[in-house]
């Protein structure tokens, strides 16, 4: 892929810098000529108002509305052209008439009624009078402007660019003695001096202004690239590097932030300090990440060993005892860690009965196995010197409590089957009830022991045995809590139900296949969801009389 062109912080700023004095430059000539324009619009404003007022000075309305129905002029009516004529050569004006407004469809919208003629005009066959149509002389939207100001009562003004050049006009109506609008008396302005000074002006403001934006410029860049670009250019090398050999580096002290030396005293220098911490507390963060790494790693290597030792403390050879035909055996462990508290075990006492044991020690991890590892060897050893199952897990009970310091405890059930007569004495120190097929019910039952306290929880306590009898064909599961407990991503419990029914399933089924498809039917019901606990199961079917 690639790599995305890289874009330089100078010449972004010098783009801005730019922008930004030009934009102020523009600002300024704009409200410049927005206050001249207004200011100037407005004293021409007032010297129209001035001249109409004087030209409509005692106008007889009437006689004017008579002489144009009949377009003849009557005395008063020379009178008022006299007038205007006047005014034309007085004051400083383009044009000063009176005209009627016909349509506003071109052409002839506009009937001439008085027109004021200089001196220099007065030999011009081509003036207006009285009853004369202007043709196009007035386009469409001009004409606009003379309908709107009949109907208006003061005056309507209008900037309109003629073939006389700029104008600015002032109209007034004319009214007869109802109040009715006659014509329109109106005066034009020339507005050229305006225009020409405006456009010197956004000249100039261009000149000037193209001359501050380079000094602006200049002045803005070297200040900018001083206390701007270079130090973060310094920061950019410097970070850069840095990250260069972190790459080539294998060992956290080969890395060393080249000190940029900023010294601006602004917030540039607080970053170009915080960064030379920042990479120190890097470096002791990876040598200390280091560090730890090879701890874990020998800490994972030896509890690999130890999750090798406990699975080779658990028999593990299956069929264990092949020349036995009295009955079939197999079992599995499954730890929630690398090494687990449960464990299970299955020996001969002497050559008429075995032994089956299936516990659980609490909590998780390396206390738990070693735990485990004493508990398995006091339950072996003391069934192996005879006397009830009672008696046994009575004195395991009182070995435990004298050196548990970190206060755990196990739930365990054993069971001692005679191979002669199928009866089985069993004693239970808290743990899951087991489960028994019977063959001639072709059914799964949990058989309802009494559970009694858990061994090393309580010093002196005295343990109960009881006995079951098994027939040939029957079958007995021993499992830990880790099955019936285990969850879903819905925080449901798989339950007693759900092991009952795939045993039922797996009635006839191989004993250790029939273990793998309990554990297949707990991992699907899981459906990935995390397991916090051991799942161990050991299954013995008794086939025979010895």
Known sequence: MNEKKKKHLGTNLMIISIIFSLCICIGMGCIGIAIYYKSTINHYKKYISGILTMAAGDLDGDDLEQCINTLTESEKYKNRQKLLNQIRDSYDIEYIYMVKPLKVEEPDNMMYVISGISKEEMNDTDNAYLGKLSGSEYSEKVAEYYISAMSSEGITYYANKTTFGYMYSGLEAVRNSKGEAIAVLAVDVSIKEMVDVLTRYIQSIAAAGIIIAVIFFIALYRWIRRRVVVPIQK?????????????????????????????????????????????????????????????????????????????SMLPCIFPPFPNVSEFDIYASMSPAKEVGGDFYDFFMIDENHLAVVMADVSGKGVPAALFMVIGKTLIKDYSNFGGSLGEVFTKVNDLLCESNKEELFITAFEGVIDLRTGEMEFVNAGHEKPIVYHKDKDSWEVYQTRAGFVLAGLEGIQYQSGTMNLKKGDRLLLYTDGIPEAVNPLKEQYGMDRLVQILQENKTTELDQMLKNIRADVDKFADGAEQFDDITMLCMEFREFK
Do not use: C, W
Not at 267 to 283: C, P, R, V
Not at 284 to 290: A, E, G, K, Q
């Open 235 to 311: 920061l950019d090398d410097a970070a850069n590097d840095f990250v260069k050999k972190s790459h080539e580096s294998l060992l956290p002290s080969e890395l060393e932030f080249t000190d940029p030396e900023i010294h601006s005293g602004d917030e540039i220098q607080t970053l170009s300090d915080s960064l030379i911490t920042l990479s120190n507390d890097l470096k002791s963060y990876m040598n200390t990440l280091l560090r730890e790494t090879k701890e874990k790693e020998r800490i994972e290597s030896e509890l690999s060993i130890a999750t090798e030792i406990q699975a």
